[in-house]
């Protein structure tokens, strides 16, 4: 059984074509990049609309299959932004009625936990989900998706791209930071906001962004001093989720587990711990359509259908609602 998978959630627009039997046949990713300013939700849109016939052709031909080929659309139905969650909506529904292939829409933020366990070793993992929007410790816990610990105001992405535009950085400003915070020398006081297995950024942005102005502290020394206060927050919250489910595994999701020192910590954690760490490779790691088809596949296989009259969009679909 083939399935083909659409992101759409925020800045990328993928296409991802998997097998039951476990196989990612194409994952073909889209991405808006920008070199001033952050993603602005309407000419992200725009953007998705312009690559989405390139997109789906390059996944058929990568895959080797055609659409008659095809059995099972799936759709990333939520969480994410309006603007961008339709233009995938469409383009499923369209695809779905125009070659009469059944259609299942999925939540995104289970689509990294269930990619993650496919593709790794791990079999019953607590999963630490960092991305843009999303911050989120997740577990399957008694027979359903929970989160143990959230972010309470802005995720940890979006935190860092603020910030990064603060300091002159386009968007995705992660990696840039990431380059400069190996260069930092100092560490610089900033607060440490966790509460339980929930953390917050809001502050922690006001208050680097304010000392960024002062003209006192080097740029490389702030982004070495952010990167060490909220990672060691993530490592916290996620060890507590590890302890609190007895769980032995720890698989990282999302763009900002594509940063090495949040890695260096989380396998530093897991090794005092006599846990494992898995960390997939960074365009399954990232947004992207594979995981859409892989979710649409397991829940398909289950039992689930999603009938074009109840795709709507659901920008805020929470993990622990599935
Ligand atoms: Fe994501």
Redesign the pocket.
Known sequence: MICLGIES??HTFGIGIATDKGKILANVLKPVITKKGGIIPNEAADHHVEVCDEAISEALETAKVKMKDVDLISFAQGPGIGHTLRVGAMTAKTLSLLHKIPLIGVN??I??LEIGKLLTDAKDPVLL?V?G??TQVIAFEEGKYRIFGETLDIGIGNMLDVFGREIGFGFPAGPKIMEMAAKGKRYVEIPYVIKGMDVSFGGILTNVTEKHRTGKHSKTDLCYSLQETVFAMLVEAAERAMAHTGKKELLL???VASNLRLQEMCRIMCKERGAKLFVPERQFL??NGAMIAVLGLLEYNNGKRTRVEDSAIKPYWRTDEV
């Open positions: 959630t925020a995104h933020c689509g990294h989900y991305s929007a999303n999701g999302g763009g990232v947004d």
